[in-house]
T-cell receptor, first 117, second 114 residues
Framework: AQSVTQLGSHVSVSEGALVLLRCNYS??????LFWYVQYPNQGLQLLLK??????LVKGINGFEAEFKKSETSFHLTKPSAHMSDAAEYFC???????????????FGRGTQLTVWP | KAGVTQTPRYLIKTRGQQVTLSCSPI?????VSWYQQTPGQGLQFLFE???????NKGNFPGRFSGRQFSNSRSEMNVSTLELGDSALYLC?????????????FGSGTRLTVV
């Protein structure tokens, strides 16, 4: 079974500060991991994904995440926050057995990022 | 290329009615998944369709159903609506539903049951 825990339902940072959004997963098999962003009244936009290649994954808008198997973590970071980064962020997991989950992602509860000017 | 299109964007229905939501996937994508998003339960998987067949199903009552057409467009139906069905319904399309290809989400249909 897969599950995702996002520590901190709300994170606030000043513009220009480091963004760190935490995600820990539980999976019985090596996982695939994703970060999505959701702006108000919008769907989910993929920021980045880990699919067992490089453990440091770079995504769009300057975000990156590092897969740490020993810590079962996939934290999302951005060196310098911008006002436009204010949104809700979701971490998701799926197992990597081909055909096993068929379109199914398990999502965390989300972290609302606020960026102060 | 065009993204995932969901219609309508907003719906208001009365308790006890039924509703049909539509999702047109990215051209060439054959897998469509549906999710329900609520403040209380977060994002929950409803079901996944591929080549007109339901391949995977989440833990929702039988009032929630779906189908997929030969052009890969998908519809989901909710019968006998309850207040708790108020949610944002998202669909996601992918090439074949296999994880490495990723999923592209639509903007969702906001359903309000009164």
């Amino acid at each position: 079974a897969q599950s995702v825990t996002q520590l901190g339902s709300h994170v606030s940072v000043s513009e220009g500060a480091l963004v760190l959004l935490r995600c820990n997963y539980s999976s019985s098999v090596p996982p695939y991991l994703f970060w999505y962003v959701q702006y108000p009244n919008q769907g989910l936009q993929l920021l980045l994904k880990y699919t067992s290649a490089a453990t440091l994954v770079k995504g769009i808008n300057g975000f990156e995440a590092e897969f740490k198997k020993s810590e079962t973590s996939f934290h999302l970071t951005k060196p310098s926050a911008h006002m436009s980064d204010a949104a809700e962020y979701f971490c998701a997991v799926s197992d990597n057995r081909r055909g096993s989950t068929l379109g199914r992602l398990y999502f965390g509860r989300g972290t609302q990022l606020t960026v102060w000017p | 290329k065009a993204g995932v299109t969901q219609t309508p964007r907003y719906l208001i229905k009365t308790r006890g009615q039924q509703v049909t939501l539509s999702c047109s996937p990215i051209s060439g994508h054959r897998s469509v998944s549906w999710y329900q998003q609520t403040p209380g339960q977060g994002l929950q998987f409803l079901f996944e369709y591929f080549s007109e067949t339901q391949r995977n199903k989440g833990n929702f009552p039988g009032r929630f159903s779906g189908r997929q057409f030969s052009n890969s467009r998908s519809e989901m139906n909710v019968s006998t609506l309850e207040l708790g069905d108020s949610a944002l319904y998202l669909c996601a399309s992918s090439l074949d539903g296999q994880v490495p290809y990723g999923y592209t989400f639509g903007s969702g249909t906001r359903l309000t049951v009164v």
